[in-house]
């Protein structure tokens, strides 16, 4: 088994099971959380970003409003999420505090990772917490999700987070140390896999549909996470979190299973630019924009000529040259109406025409796709 260096990652998305965090009698784990905090100190030191995807707010939830054991009805669930949530992200901004590092709560629904103009907010959100040298500490939105529009697991949230702050690493800690060759409960004889090239449907057949007691996610949707996450370039790895120092431990070379990045990424994300959809509006771009794409930059205010159709911030627009052939598309990150307003500025005197600071592309490079073959000859 090849050893895995953490610190070789440059941003590494960790998801907390809620088994880890909470105990059914005691509440939540402080000292383990504190363990798992001082590696995450560990790894920022070594210039590692780090965000973390924690469950445990209903489980905690139950515990504080005394719900007991039984099964619970939807708004007793979303109640308990309420309760378990804001103790939860107490407990990762004091323990965080407590190494100098700041943290900020995003949750999320489906519709924020799945509408392009939401999944732009919050990238951009979660992004700028980065920036700022936090941690952003991200669960889903339990308190008001209804159950056809929710993830409902964790596994699967933290791989399109993981996706979508282009993560080289997503780390699922949970209360199995990786995947079997058959569910380990029901086969004695399973033989554990530490390393695995591709998610082929021989190893989707490993998986079972079993799951802990305290979370939802089992080895399904952790495989489903590692589809997610390999076919966009990351790699993923399945480890117990059980131990204290869960993450050192993996440096340290204990069990877990290493699913490998697909050395062909396809962009799901820029291959649904491309495709689907019509085009809401066109960017007319003169040639100095034009060749700053083909060199894989992101398109500048100040080179665009004329801005055409009733778009908004999020929705596909074609780029097209002065000849009027598609070279691009991409999401605007303006309405059209503002994009009418800073076409052909200058980055520095965006911001005197808005009113507020400007992001700085009209279309950010990972927002954008050239057009193949689009017949220009240069
Ligand atoms: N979002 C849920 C919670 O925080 C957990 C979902 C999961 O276990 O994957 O309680």
Redesign the pocket.
């Known amino acids: 088994m090849s050893r895995v260096s953490l610190s070789s990652y440059k941003r590494i998305t960790v998801k907390i099971?809620?088994a880890l965090l909470v105990d059914r009698a005691a509440g939540l784990k402080r000292d383990w959380l504190a363990s798992l905090v001082a590696d995450i100190a560990a790894l920022r030191k070594s210039g590692t970003e780090v965000l973390v995807v924690?469950?445990?707010?209903?489980?905690l939830g139950r515990t504080i409003l005394g719900l007991g054991r039984r099964r619970l009805k939807l708004e007793e669930s979303q109640a308990a999420?309420a309760a378990?949530?804001i103790a939860?992200a107490h407990a990762w901004s004091e323990e965080l505090a407590r190494h100098s590092i700041k943290s900020g709560q995003v949750l999320v629904t489906l519709g924020d990772t799945e509408e392009r103009r939401r999944y732009l907010n919050a990238r951009a959100t979660i992004g700028t917490l980065l920036k700022l040298g936090a941690v952003p500490v991200i669960?889903?939105n339990?308190t008001v999700a209804t159950s056809e529009i929710r993830y409902?697991?964790?596994?699967r949230?933290a791989a399109r987070v993981a996706t979508m702050l282009g993560s080289d690493l997503l780390v699922l800690l949970s209360d199995v140390d990786g995947l079997y060759s058959a569910p380990p409960a029901e086969a004695a004889d399973a033989r554990f896999i530490a390393e695995v090239e591709r998610i082929t449907p021989e190893i989707e057949a490993m998986a079972g549909a079993a799951a802990s007691e305290l979370?939802?996610?089992g080895m399904r949707t952790k495989l489903d996470a590692g589809k997610i996450a390999t076919n966009a370039g990351a790699a993923m790895i399945i480890a117990a979190g059980s131990r204290e120092h869960p993450l050192a431990a993996i440096d340290a070379g204990e069990r877990r299973t290493l699913f490998k990045p697909s050395p062909a990424p396809v962009s799901g994300y820029k291959t649904w630019i491309a495709g689907n959809l019509e085009p809401a509006g066109r960017l007319v771009i003169d040639d100095g924009a034009l060749n700053a794409l083909r060199q894989g930059k992101s398109l500048l205010a100040a080179g665009v000529r004329r801005v055409e159709g009733r778009f908004s911030r999020g929705d596909t627009v074609a780029v097209v040259g002065e000849d009027g052939i598609e070279a691009a598309r991409g999401l605007v990150a303006y309405d059209a109406a503002d994009a009418v307003r800073i076409a052909g500025l200058k980055s520095g005197d965006i911001e005197k025409v808005l009113g507020y600071e400007a992001r700085s592309a009209m279309i950010h490079r990972d927002d954008l796709v050239m057009t193949a073959c689009h017949g220009r000859t240069h």
């Open positions: 099971g809620s924690s469950s445990g707010a209903i489980a999420a378990g949530q939860l669960n889903e339990d409902g697991d964790n596994d949230l979370s939802r996610g």
